[in-house]
């Protein structure tokens, strides 16, 4: 478990965490987004050791990074943006010489490098070159060496940063793995990852917490406000203007592919309002095939700007 007890973090005159506070549980994965600068790294850096916070407490399993770092270490494994990686190692190599480093007996690493490796899927590479693998599986080895000494923390950097899609449905099925018994937290910039990955997100902009919740309460929340799609066979006469009339409308948009054989609007009622009946009945009224009616979904990414709309100028 990872506690923030409002942390504040300054670079000289620059505040790049002000007053943040959460909790992240293990078994949960925890998506830590917000734009460039808005603090994200500077978390990451505090709860590896990295760096202390400059007021409030940061506990990783109940123990203090600023108290005891060493431990606190202990119980992270991190995977950075850019894995580093010795190319000329063989994997089974590059794992021995990680746990190592993290100070596991030499009678304990051949069980913790069997483990690492059967959980990242190494199997078959084990006595490769790392330098011989493809992105996807020096990933896997990056993935390897955060938790070739069985951390209770993971921490993940763009973990999908340049894989193909395979590649990025494979990673993102371990990380689920993994997350199930240990506490994740993972940055990144791709908001499928986080609806595909996460179990909550936390949105930073400026230095503060502007969200906190699951990807599709999120969503949920912010999606409506009125909107509707609209799709009907054809193209009525005058359809956007009886709109207009007809219905408590806002604004009629008509997104109709010129030359087709459909009529698509896009319709803005009052925050909150559920039209798809009256949209319904009218559709009934005037003889129309409909084709298609929904309310408009909010996506991540429309919810991820809405709430970060003044970006900050804060150092990460």
Request: glycine share 10%; proline share 5%; net charge negative.
């Amino acid at each position: 478990m990872i506690q923030f007890d409002q942390i504040g973090k300054s670079y000289g005159t620059v505040r790049a965490l002000d007053d943040v506070s959460m909790t992240v549980e293990t078994g949960q994965i925890l998506g830590l987004l917000g734009p460039n600068g808005a603090g994200k790294t500077t978390a990451m850096k505090i709860i590896t050791c990295y760096m202390p916070p400059t007021s409030g407490r940061v506990t990783v399993d109940g123990i203090d990074v600023v108290e005891d770092p060493l431990a606190v270490r202990r119980k992270v494994g991190y995977l950075p943006e850019h894995n580093p990686l010795y190319l000329d190692m063989g994997v089974s190599d590059y794992l021995r010489f990680c746990g190592r480093l993290h100070g596991l007996e030499a009678a304990a690493l051949p069980v913790a490098i069997d483990r690492a490796i059967e959980r990242c899927g190494l199997k078959e590479y084990r006595n490769r070159f790392i330098g011989q693998l493809s992105k996807g599986y020096r990933q896997r080895v990056g993935l390897a060496q955060a938790i070739i000494h069985d951390p209770q923390v993971l921490i993940l950097d763009e973990p999908t940063t340049g894989l193909d899609p395979n590649q990025i449905i494979e990673i993102r099925k371990l990380i689920r793995d993994i997350g199930a018994e240990k506490t994740v937290i993972l940055s990144t910039h791709i908001m499928q990852e986080v609806q595909a990955t996460c179990s909550r997100m936390v949105i930073i902009n400026r230095g503060r917490i502007v969200a906190d919740d699951t990807p599709e309460q999120l969503r949920a929340r912010m999606t409506g406000a009125g909107s509707h799609i609209l799709e009907v066979q054809g193209h009525p006469e005058g359809a956007a203007r009886l709109l207009n009339e007809r219905l408590p409308l806002r604004e009629v948009i008509d997104h109709s592919a010129p030359g087709g054989d459909t009529s698509r609007f896009e319709l803005h009622g009052d925050p909150g309002d559920d039209l798809r009946e009256r949209l319904f009945r009218f559709c009934v009224e005037q003889d129309w095939t409909l084709l298609e009616l929904a309310r408009s979904q909010t996506s991540l990414e429309d919810v991820f700007r809405q709430l970060t709309a003044e970006d900050g100028k804060e150092a990460a």
